[in-house]
């Protein structure tokens, strides 16, 4: 058996690496990547996660084939919610254009496309486009 003296020199010698693991961690986070690794739409239908890792590397898919609207160089890729607001209908639907776009009549024979709307016609079309990839609501939507 163990002494109550090596017990407690154990559990010490324990405590203290587990702290200065914990320190360790929260002192050097890791660095987010450059790019996007996957994005995950929340629904009630059950959440979507996109993953560009997949659709570039795996599929040779271009970041413009997607982000179809990039804005100017300066800008470089922009969010679809930067375009396409969760809610159309509302009254700041246009705001985001306003950050690109200076013209006011650049836009505003457009009809603003809600981001679920947006996403479904993009996937569902290259999909069906290239003959693979989920075109019905459960193959994307997990529960």
Not at 85 to 113: F, I, L, M, N, R
Request: charge should be negative; charged fraction near 20%.
């Amino acid at each position: 058996m163990t002494s109550d003296k090596d017990l407690k020199l154990v559990c010490s010698v324990a405590v203290v690496l587990l702290l200065v693991g914990v320190l360790c961690y929260a002192a050097v986070p890791a660095k987010a990547p450059d790019d996007p690794i996957r994005i995950q739409y929340r629904s009630d239908l059950g959440n979507v996660t996109f993953q560009h890792t997949k659709h570039v590397a795996g599929y040779g898919a271009s970041c413009y084939d997607c982000h179809h609207h990039p804005g100017n160089d300066d800008i470089g890729i922009i969010a679809c919610s930067a375009c396409h607001p969760k809610d159309a209908e509302s009254p700041e639907a246009t705001a985001g254009c306003q950050q690109c776009h200076d013209d006011a009549t650049y836009y505003e024979d457009w009809q603003v496309v809600a981001q679920t709307d947006a996403v479904h016609a993009q996937c569902k079309a290259c999909h069906a486009g290239i003959g693979a990839g989920p075109l019905d609501c459960s193959e994307c939507h997990f529960k």
